[in-house]
């Protein structure tokens, strides 16, 4: 019984591998490599010159560049620490420099965003954000008079935007940018870009939680899976069939501390200058453009439920699934 049984398993393995060269079927293509503090991984299941994925590495790499609040040598890192050398205001309280197209794009995004989601969103919540230390085994809360303060210096309707000298301007000299709820969707897209121009037709690029989901896998949509929040990496709760589409998720789980029974999370109210503490612990938003995806994510989750449901209900070609602080499991707009 049991060899017949194992028997059985040989010849289904030996027909699927005949199937898959029959249908002829590439090996999977995987790069990988750590960029904006996290693994990015891109993966073709067509014939994609391997040259043409590791490029995509050389831009993430380019990105980082640009949009890191961390690196010294990144352009906003300057923008953030007001570099004079990069200045050209005449008014010593505002700060106003030519920037890169690709961060011109961004912020034009971000303050979009930031206003349609009545700044659930918000890219000026640099100062708040720098409270919070994830990263450190000390776990310190910080006082609500820093919180007030740093608060008091994150209003978006700070940073202008001149797309005649195509320069960004600051009106709040202690005001800064922080990209990290929307950068990584940005580059997935330009990273989809890249691959569609160079041939690709069947590839997945992932940043951490942004996932772009090229053309089908062989054929077939791809299953993406909603990590079970606070479970094992892999482990699931549903997922989503999709093809040609990003799928990007926000989850409280993924960096967070905790003091007396109470976690701080990553994903900050704007209203408040706290970890949100919404009946939401994880949003995934499905919708064509990554830099949205992201967006929403991370504003969804922020709006909580009801007002999160109704948000996403209102727009075209995008759909959502939410986990609520039970682990229940809401699809919209699918
Ligand atoms: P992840 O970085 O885990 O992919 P998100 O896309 O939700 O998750 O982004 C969270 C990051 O966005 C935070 O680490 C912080 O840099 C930034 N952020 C936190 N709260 C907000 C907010 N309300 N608006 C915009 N960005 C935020
Ligand atoms: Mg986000």
């Given at each position: 019984?049991?060899?017949?049984?194992?028997?059985?398993?040989?010849?289904?393995?030996?027909?699927?591998?005949?199937?898959?060269?029959?249908?002829?079927?590439?090996?999977?293509?995987?790069?990988?490599?750590?960029?904006?503090?996290?693994?990015?991984?891109?993966?073709?299941?067509?014939?994609?010159?391997?040259?043409?994925?590791?490029?995509?590495?050389?831009?993430?790499?380019?990105?980082?560049?640009?949009?890191?609040?961390?690196?010294?040598?990144?352009?906003?890192?300057?923008?953030?620490?007001?570099?004079?050398?990069?200045?050209?205001?005449?008014?010593?309280?505002?700060?106003?420099?030519?920037?890169?197209?690709?961060?011109?794009?961004?912020?034009?995004?971000?303050?979009?965003?930031?206003?349609?989601?009545?700044?659930?969103?918000?890219?000026?919540?640099?100062?708040?954000?720098?409270?919070?230390?994830?990263?450190?085994?000390?776990?310190?809360?910080?006082?609500?008079?820093?919180?007030?303060?740093?608060?008091?210096?994150?209003?978006?309707?700070?940073?202008?935007?001149?797309?005649?000298?195509?320069?960004?301007?600051?009106?709040?000299?202690?005001?800064?940018?922080?990209?990290?709820?929307?950068?990584?969707?940005?580059?997935?897209?330009?990273?989809?870009?890249?691959?569609?121009?160079?041939?690709?037709?069947?590839?997945?690029?992932?940043?951490?939680?942004?996932?772009?989901?090229?053309?089908?896998?062989?054929?077939?949509?791809?299953k993406v899976g909603i990590q079970k929040?606070?479970?094992?990496?892999?482990?699931t709760l549903s997922s989503v069939n999709?093809?040609?589409?990003?799928?990007?998720?926000?989850?409280?789980?993924?960096?967070?501390?905790?003091?007396?029974?109470?976690?701080?999370?990553?994903?900050?109210?704007?209203?408040?200058?706290?970890?949100?503490?919404?009946?939401?612990?994880s949003?995934t938003?499905?919708?064509?453009?990554?830099?949205?995806?992201?967006?929403?994510?991370?504003?969804?989750?922020?709006?909580?439920?009801?007002?999160?449901?109704?948000?996403?209900?209102?727009?075209?070609?995008?759909?959502?699934v939410l986990v609520?602080?039970?682990q229940n499991v809401i699809n919209?707009?699918?």
């Amino acid at each position: 019984m049991k060899t017949t049984g194992m028997l059985k398993i040989a010849i289904l393995i030996f027909s699927m591998t005949v199937l898959l060269s029959m249908s002829g079927c590439n090996e999977p293509t995987t790069v990988s490599g750590l960029y904006f503090d996290t693994l990015i991984t891109i993966t073709a299941y067509d014939n994609t010159n391997p040259q043409v994925l590791e490029s995509c590495l050389n831009m993430c790499a380019e990105y980082e560049l640009i949009f890191s609040k961390t690196n010294p040598a990144s352009e906003l890192y300057r923008i953030n620490s007001r570099d004079d050398s990069i200045n050209i205001s005449k008014d010593s309280t505002v700060f106003t420099a030519v920037i890169s197209n690709d961060l011109y794009e961004l912020l034009d995004c971000s303050l979009q965003l930031s206003q349609e989601t009545d700044n659930a969103f918000n890219p000026a919540l640099g100062q708040v954000i720098d409270l919070w230390d994830y990263k450190s085994t000390s776990c310190i809360v910080p006082d609500s008079t820093s919180v007030m303060k740093a608060l008091a210096h994150s209003n978006p309707d700070s940073i202008i935007l001149n797309p005649d000298t195509h320069t960004l301007t600051i009106t709040d000299p202690l005001l800064t940018i922080d990209l990290g709820g929307i950068a990584k969707g940005y580059v997935a897209d330009r990273l989809k870009e890249m691959l569609i121009q160079n041939g690709t037709i069947e590839a997945v690029i992932r940043l951490a939680g942004n996932i772009y989901c090229i053309g089908d896998k062989y054929g077939q949509s791809y299953k993406v899976g909603i990590q079970k929040p606070f479970s094992t990496r892999g482990e699931t709760l549903s997922s989503v069939n999709v093809s040609d589409t990003s799928v990007v998720t926000s989850g409280i789980y993924e960096r967070y501390f905790e003091v007396n029974n109470t976690i701080y999370h990553h994903i900050i109210d704007s209203h408040t200058g706290y970890p949100s503490q919404s009946d939401l612990i994880s949003v995934t938003i499905i919708c064509d453009e990554s830099v949205v995806a992201d967006a929403l994510s991370t504003a969804v989750l922020i709006m909580g439920k009801e007002k999160g449901i109704d948000y996403i209900d209102s727009l075209d070609n995008v759909s959502a699934v939410l986990v609520d602080s039970s682990q229940n499991v809401i699809n919209v707009g699918f």
